[in-house]
């Protein structure tokens, strides 16, 4: 199953290095505490990709943009680099 999942290339390789690193990660915090499987995955997203919790966000309220608008909100989305 390796070759067909295009381990050939840098970017098969990357992603083939995040999904074990979230795998990894899943397992660590599934060892422990009661929670669910969809509430460690929630956790082991905001530890291992912040981005993809930013964007997921981001994407919430550009959703909602008009329904803010109408309750008298304006937002702004920037990005600071430091």
Known sequence: GLNQFALH???GLDRWVL???AAFTLTVLCSGGGK???ED???AAQ????ALVVVRLMIEVQRHEELLRQ???S???SRCKI
């Open 36 to 38: 669910t499987l969809e």
């Open 71 to 73: 309750h008298g909100y």
């Open 47 to 50: 530890i291992a990709l912040p």
């Open 41 to 43: 995955a929630r956790l």
């Open 19 to 21: 999904l074990v690193c």
């Open 9 to 11: 290339t840098a970017q």
């Open 75 to 77: 937002v702004h989305l």
